[in-house]
């Protein structure tokens, strides 16, 4: 009786195993390694909040009351303008009065409360930024005196043909005296090193439709 050609070397070779476990877990590798690797992973998440959360900002409490969009009669019988504002419950925790600020533009960083405002997405672009005020009987300021809860309200005035959005996201950061300085330096912007400022919170807003006159 004649073997096969070849011989033993012909022979089917039956498949190797490999256990489902390990292939998930190569893929997982893999995944990660192109997502940057492993230690690329952010150690502290920015909480996620939404209308009516309370954030300890080092300087300032602040709870995140609403976005709305409104409309308001244009000067010297102009057409209506429209405007998206934001509106905030700030509490001045420091010892001296301070201003409202502005938010920051892609990042950087403003000053005063408004200051940790750092990104806006979507992002409303104007000549002249949002106008930010503290609203009190009436007659807008720009102080939040110490110890004092104060209405804060970010407008954005929309250009023309520009719906509102549905809802805004707000990336938002703290104030913190930089480490082996006194107090006296006054409030900085919380931030990694020498990196930009760090976002401490993203607040995710819907946006109410409310007409004013």
């Given amino acids: 009786?004649?073997?096969?050609?070849?011989?033993?070397?012909?022979?089917?070779?039956?498949?190797?195993?490999?256990?489902?476990?390990?292939?998930?877990?190569?893929?997982?590798?893999?995944?990660?390694?192109?997502?940057?690797?492993?230690?690329?992973?952010?150690d502290d998440p920015p909480r996620r909040l939404g209308p009516g959360a309370v954030l300890d900002q080092g300087e300032f409490t602040t709870r995140f009351v609403e976005s709305r969009a409104t409309t308001r009669p244009g000067r010297y019988g102009g057409p209506d303008k429209r405007y998206l504002e934001i509106v905030?419950?700030?509490?001045?925790?420091?010892?001296?009065?301070?201003?409202?600020?502005?938010p920051g533009q892609g990042g950087k960083p403003g000053y005063f409360f408004a200051g940790s405002l750092l990104r806006m997405t979507p992002e409303i672009r104007n000549d002249f930024g949002p106008d930010v005020f503290v609203q009190a009987d009436g007659v807008p300021g720009k102080q939040l005196h110490p110890g004092m809860e104060s209405t804060v309200v970010v407008r954005y005035e929309l250009p023309e043909g520009r719906r509102p959005p549905g809802q805004v996201r707000l990336d938002v950061g703290t104030f913190e005296h930089p480490e082996g300085f006194t107090q006296e330096i006054g409030w900085l912007l919380a931030k990694d090193d020498?990196?930009?400022?760090?976002?401490?919170?993203?607040?995710i807003l819907p946006v109410r439709r409310k007409a004013t006159g």
Avoid at 13 to 42: C, F, H, M, S
Avoid at 88 to 99: I, L, M, P, R, W
């Fill in 194 to 203: 020498d990196g930009p400022p760090v976002v401490a919170a993203q607040v």
């Fill in 1 to 42: 009786m004649t073997s096969p050609p070849g011989g033993a070397a012909t022979r089917r070779r039956r498949p190797v195993a490999v256990p489902v476990a390990a292939l998930v877990a190569a893929a997982g590798l893999g995944i990660t390694a192109a997502l940057g690797g492993l230690d690329e992973a952010p």
């Fill in 88 to 102: 905030f419950q700030v509490t001045n925790k420091g010892d001296e009065t301070t201003g409202v600020g502005a």
